[in-house]
């Protein structure tokens, strides 16, 4: 299986500021015939499913504000909520689907300072 | 509109089975993947396997397989997940979740439902 590791597990930005996580696969995650790093990002709060935020590493889902940004290449990526709005306090998981099992991340905890 | 409805919450005792579904509409049920992923209790996302309803095939994590059964039943729109012999450790929330093809991750979601299995 491909493991998936965040960091940190959990962070508190004050409201404005930017918030960045960090996500590293145990492999490479990037496919070479199309150049593809297939990695996503997901929201949660609680009592709901998660949101799809984010895949192919950087690629916004439809709906989803541009202050959340998807990098990275390979084996580490970071999503990063550039001004930090009370609707965006949850966890926030990475997730491969390069290769089944499709792992997540344990998740990175998002709280208002 | 794709919706993706679960059935609703389980209390199950150890060695009980148990089949919960996932109800799709707005779309072609047969043409696409559906998955399930676990969450147990204050934990994060575990993704047990995927099922192509158009003809079963059917992938499991390792770390599910053999231990829950995953299928669907195309002539109406639902896809299941079921235990033979319930443990409280598969005390959980089960989300069904559906990508826009194989190779790409889960965009529609079903609201979840929660196996509680006490004794």
């Known amino acids: 299986d491909i493991v998936m590791t965040q960091s940190p597990d959990s962070l508190a930005v004050s409201l404005g500021e930017r918030a960045t996580i960090n996500c590293k696969s145990s492999r490479s995650v990037l496919y070479s015939s199309n150049n593809k790093n297939y990695l996503a990002w997901y929201q949660q709060k609680p009592g709901q499913p998660p949101k799809l935020l984010i895949y192919?590493?950087?690629t916004r889902e439809s709906g989803v504000p541009d202050r959340f940004s998807g990098s990275g290449s390979g084996t580490d990526f970071t999503l990063t909520i550039s001004s930090l709005q009370a609707a965006d306090v949850a966890v926030y998981y990475c997730q491969q689907y390069y290769a089944t099992p499709w792992t997540f991340g344990q998740g990175t905890k998002v709280e208002m300072k | 509109e794709v919706q993706l409805v679960q059935s609703g919450a389980e209390v199950k005792k150890p060695g009980e089975s148990l089949k919960i579904s996932c109800k799709a509409s707005g779309y072609n049920f047969a043409d696409y993947w559906i998955g399930w992923v676990r969450q147990m209790p204050g934990k994060g996302l575990e993704w047990m396997g995927i099922?192509?309803?158009?003809?079963?095939?059917?992938r499991y994590s390792p770390s599910f397989q053999g231990q829950v059964t995953i299928s669907a039943d195309k002539s109406i729109n639902t896809a299941y997940l079921q235990w033979s012999s319930l443990q409280a450790s598969d005390t959980a929330m089960y989300f069904c979740?559906?990508?826009?093809?194989?190779?790409?991750?889960?965009?529609?979601w079903g609201q979840g439902t929660l196996v509680t299995v006490s004794s």
């Open positions: 192919w590493a950087s």
């Open positions: 099922i192509y309803p158009g003809d079963s095939d059917t």
């Open positions: 979740a559906r990508p826009q093809e194989y190779n790409l991750p889960f965009d529609y």
